[in-house]
C-alpha cells in the first residue's frame, strides 16, 4: 500500500501526499567561475536508481554505501522487526525522536497503520551521497496491506541533506576537472623540458600525446611547422612512458578517470549510455589540444595563458569539466 507523509500531527485533519511524488532536484553548480547553471537533475537519476530502489536487493551493484550507510540498511530492517504496538501510536510524532535506534517504527492495534520515524542525530555520520540516498529511499518504503504514515519534518531533514551533500559532490567534481587541468599544464610543460634536455633537436617541440590503456600515445608532433619523423615520435613517446613521463601519466590517468565520472553522472548522454576507462581513450583525444582550446574560451582569449598575470588559473581552467564533457559526447 502507500506511504504518506503529513505535514501535521492531527492525523485526522492533516495535508498529507503520497512520498511517491516526492522530487529531488536542484544538483547545481553554484561556485564554478564563469559557468552556466546546470540543468535540474534528478539525484536518483545520477546514481542510476528509481524510486524505491532500496526494497530491492539489485541496488548493491549501483551504489557504493559506507560502513554507516550499510548500518543504516541494516537498522530499517531491524525498526521493522522491532515493530511495537501502540494504543495511540501517533505520539510518535509528537516530539524529537527519544530513541536511540537510527529508525523507529509503532503500529496501531490493528495492524493496519505504521508510523515510521528517524533519528536526525544520525544525519551527521551520513558520509556519502550514496548513504542518504538510501535513507531518503528508505523513509519512503510502502509496506503491503498497510498504510506507512512518516513525518514530513523527518523527510525534509534527510532530503536538505541529500541534496546539500550532492550538490557539494558535484562542485567538487567540477573543482577536480579545474585542478586536474592545471595540474596537466604543468605536468605538460614539465616533460617538454626533459624531452630538451634528453633530445636537444627536439627543443621547442608541440607534440600531440593521448592515452591507451595504462600507456602513452604520441600521435604526432612538430618543432617549427615541420612534422616530426617516425624515429622522433618513437623517442617522445619512449620517454613518456618512462620514469621521465610519470608525473604526465599520472595527471592523465587521474584526469580519465574524473572525466568518465563526471560525464556519466552529470550529463543526459552519460546516464543514458555510460562510458567505461577504455570509451575515454577511444574518445578524448589529443591532451595537448584539449588544453589548447581553453584560449578560446570565454575570455582567455584575452590572455597569453593561464599564468598571465591578468588572469589567474581557476579562471582559466574554469570551463575544464564541461571541456571534458565535450570531447567524450559522441
Avoid: C
Avoid at 536542484?26 to 564563469?34: D, E, F, L, P, Q
Avoid at 623540458?193 to 600521435?219: A, N, Q, R, S
Avoid at 621521465?244 to 572525466?259: N, P
Avoid at 582569449?301 to 598575470?309: L, N, S
Wanted: hydrophobic share 35%; net charge negative; glycine share 6%.
Amino acid at each position: 500500500m502507500s506511504t504518506i507523509t503529513i505535514s501535521s500531527l492531527n492525523i485526522n485533519n492533516q495535508t498529507a501526499k503520497s512520498s511517491e511524488n516526492t522530487s529531488l532536484q536542484g544538483v547545481a553548480n553554484n561556485n564554478a567561475v564563469n559557468t552556466p547553471p546546470a540543468e535540474m537533475i534528478s539525484i536518483y537519476d545520477i546514481y542510476g536508481l528509481k524510486k524505491g530502489f532500496s526494497e530491492q536487493l539489485s541496488y548493491k551493484d549501483k551504489v557504493t554505501l559506507s560502513p554507516v550507510g550499510v548500518m543504516l540498511s541494516e537498522a530499517h530492517q531491524l525498526a521493522e522487526l522491532n515493530r511495537e504496538t501502540w494504543e495511540e501510536p501517533s505520539k510518535i510524532f509528537e516530539t524529537d525522536a527519544d530513541f536511540n535506534e537510527a529508525f523507529k517504527e509503532v503500529q496501531s492495534e490493528n495492524g493496519d497503520l505504521v508510523f515510521r520515524r528517524f533519528n536526525k542525530a544520525y544525519l551527521d555520520q551520513l558520509q556519502n551521497v550514496p548513504d542518504a540516498l538510501l535513507l531518503y529511499d528508505q523513509m519512503g518504503q510502502s509496506e503491503k496491506n498497510k498504510i506507512v504514515i512518516t513525518l514530513e519534518k523527518d523527510l525534509n531533514e534527510i532530503g536538505m541533506k541529500l541534496q546539500t551533500m550532492a550538490m557539494d559532490e558535484r562542485d567538487a567534481s567540477i573543482g577536480n576537472s579545474i585542478y586536474k587541468t592545471s595540474d596537466l599544464f604543468d605536468a605538460k610543460s614539465k616533460f617538454s623540458e626533459l624531452i630538451e634536455k634528453e633530445h636537444p633537436h627536439l627543443k621547442d617541440v608541440d607534440f600531440e600525446f593521448t592515452l591507451k590503456g595504462d600507456k602513452i600515445v604520441i600521435t604526432g608532433g612538430k618543432i617549427n611547422g615541420v612534422d616530426l619523423s617516425p624515429k622522433e615520435l618513437s623517442q617522445i613517446e619512449t620517454l613518456a612512458n618512462g620514469k621521465e613521463g610519470k608525473e604526465l601519466k599520472d595527471v592523465m590517468f587521474s584526469i580519465r578517470e574524473e572525466s568518465v565520472n563526471h560525464y556519466n553522472k552529470y550529463t543526459e548522454a552519460g546516464r543514458k549510455a555510460p562510458l567505461s576507462l577504455n570509451d575515454f581513450d577511444q574518445r578524448f583525444g589529443d591532451f595537448g589540444a584539449y588544453l589548447k582550446s581553453f584560449k578560446s574560451s570565454g575570455n582567455n582569449y584575452k590572455f597569453k595563458g593561464p599564468d598571465d598575470p591578468s588572469t589567474y588559473r581557476v579562471g582559466y581552467f574554469s570551463g575544464a569539466a564541461e571541456m571534458m564533457s565535450g570531447r567524450l559526447a559522441a
